[in-house]
Nanobody, 125 residues
Framework: QVQLAESGGGSVQAGGSLRLACAAS????????MAWFRQVPGKEREFVAG????????DEVDSVEGRFTISRDNAKDTVYLQMGNLQAEDTALYFC??????????????????WGQGTQVTVSS
């Protein structure tokens, strides 16, 4: 089992920045990909960005490219999502996810094996 704990959410004004962190524990040696998703009430969980655990390969959706950056610190088993120029449409509950098995970064939430509890990001205009 892998446990994931997110932190760093909060409320900011439009144009502001936040950094989310996701600390993994347990069977982290088996993790191949970690990703960030977000969800607003009444909508499906949306892929934001993903990163391979042992390489530099990343994937980000177009709506956040150039504003959000995903990175990792393997020594701390932690993945970060640096979010800049936040907009009201970025308001959501942000989840960290991890998968084992193949190293492909999937955008489908069903491909992920473990999830954190989520951290709320609220952007006011």
């Amino acid at each position: 089992q892998v446990q994931l704990a997110e932190s760093g959410g909060g409320s900011v004004q439009a144009g502001g920045s936040l950094r989310l962190a996701c600390a993994a524990s347990g069977r982290t040696f088996a993790v191949t990909v970690m990703a960030w998703f977000r969800q607003v009430p009444g909508k499906e969980r949306e892929f934001v960005a993903g990163i391979r655990y042992t390489s530099v390969r990343v994937d980000e959706v177009d709506s956040v490219e150039g504003r959000f950056t995903i990175s990792r610190d393997n020594a701390k088993d932690t993945v970060y999502l640096q979010m800049g120029n936040l907009q009201a449409e970025d308001t959501a509950l942000y989840f960290c996810a991890a998968r084992e098995s193949t190293r492909k970064i999937f955008r489908d939430s069903e491909r992920y094996d473990y999830w954190g509890q989520g951290t709320q990001v609220t952007v006011s205009s």
